[in-house]
């Protein structure tokens, strides 16, 4: 048995998030993650070269909840595989290579996240009244190489 693997995307949301509903009423989280690109120089220093940019898009419930949970400038991780979309625009064949992910997830790696949980609700406990929300959060340690690039 083979081990299940996917891709992971770090960057950040380079702009505002949307949230569209296809033909079949499936929602559409629509983003995009920017990542930076640095060269290593001989002193230890790093160069920014500038920033690469993908368009993100997930697809149904984990796309309602990612619309309400994330903004544009939120440090992010994207768990999927990358896809390329083939479409007409304006009379042009387009060829969009995106990155199509199943899980989108806050990169605690980079600053401190304060994150409000909801509790899981269960079909027998549909009645009652929910607890209210738990906070969590989660410190990374930062490297001073990431401190020095304002990250």
């Known amino acids: 048995m083979e081990l299940r693997t996917k891709t992971a995307l770090p960057g950040y ?3 505002a998030p949307q949230l569209k509903r296809l033909s079949d009423g499936l929602a559409l989280f629509i983003g995009q ?6 060269r290593d120089e001989a002193d230890g220093s790093l160069t920014l070269l500038g920033t690469k940019y993908i368009k993100l898009v997930l697809l ?6 990612a619309i309400a949970d994330f903004v544009e400038g939120d440090d992010v991780v994207a768990i999927g595989g990358f896809k390329t979309r083939n ?10 290579r995106q990155f199509q992910a199943v899980k989108l997830l806050f990169d605690t ?18 009645k009652e009244t929910p607890h ?10 930062q490297p001073a190489s990431a401190q020095a690039l304002g990250r």
Do not use: C, I, N, W
């Not at 993650?33 to 640095?38: C, E, L």
């Not at 149904?60 to 909840?65: L, P, Q, S, V």
């Not at 479409?87 to 969009?96: L, S, T």
């Not at 209210?132 to 340690?141: H, I, N």
């Open 13 to 15: 949301l380079s702009r």
């Open 33 to 38: 993650v920017g990542q930076k690109q640095y």
């Open 60 to 65: 149904g419930e984990k796309a309602e909840e």
């Open 87 to 96: 479409y007409e625009h304006r009379g042009q064949r387009v060829e969009e």
């Open 109 to 126: 790696t980079r600053d401190r996240y304060q994150v409000e949980r909801k509790p899981r609700r269960r079909m027998d406990m549909a």
């Open 132 to 141: 209210p929300a738990a906070t969590v959060e989660f410190r990374a340690v």
